[in-house]
């Protein structure tokens, strides 16, 4: 969760996504109400039995079917992987940042695992970087052809400054620092 935001800012670089987050989202005027609900989903996916994992990816590719623009669908497995890289690269990196080094041997494991996250939601594993070399080359092409466009500008500034209660200014100046 610490790195959900540098997470969705490399989402939003790529233009495809973008426009289909612009197009079709509603984060940006309940962005608490987008969080529960990506962060029920995910860990039902992650720690949830077989079944409610299956269940719970049939209803978010059921949600792509309907978001498609002129040129992006949300169940394209170019797109899915790359969102799932930039989560998999995202705790990777927080948990070098923040908690201690993560070996090679750790993150290959963790990359393979993480893999099988991305095909329950629709990226067929043949589509996904082969081990941790590749997925770091990967990383290091797409961020090199991202470009942020007009919309990710607006919605990155959402997701740095949400609309959230003054309470929340504490943690989201420490989320904020994070991302």
Do not use: K
Request: proline share 6%; with cysteine; aromatic share 8%.
């Amino acid at each position: 969760m610490l790195g959900g935001g540098r997470a969705l800012l490399m989402q939003l670089a790529h233009p495809s996504v973008a426009r289909a987050v612009a197009d079709h989202s509603d984060f940006q005027s309940d962005p608490l109400a987008r969080l529960r609900a990506t962060l029920e989903a995910t860990f039902t996916i992650v720690f949830g039995t077989d079944e409610d994992a299956s269940r719970v990816a049939a209803a978010v590719r059921a949600v792509h079917d309907r978001v498609n623009g002129a040129d992006y669908e949300a169940n394209d497995p170019a797109l899915l992987c790359w969102v799932n890289a930039t989560l998999t690269d995202t705790a990777m990196r927080v948990y070098r940042d923040y908690v201690r080094p993560l070996g090679d041997t750790d993150a290959a494991r963790y990359y393979e695992e993480s893999t099988r996250i991305a095909e329950v939601l629709g990226c067929p594993r043949d589509q996904q970087p082969a081990d941790l070399a590749e997925f770091r080359a990967y990383m290091r092409e797409m961020v090199d052809e991202l470009v942020v466009s007009d919309p990710a500008r607006r919605m990155g500034h959402s997701v740095l400054h949400p609309r959230l209660p003054l309470v929340a200014g504490p943690p989201l100046a420490l989320f904020r620092f994070v991302t």
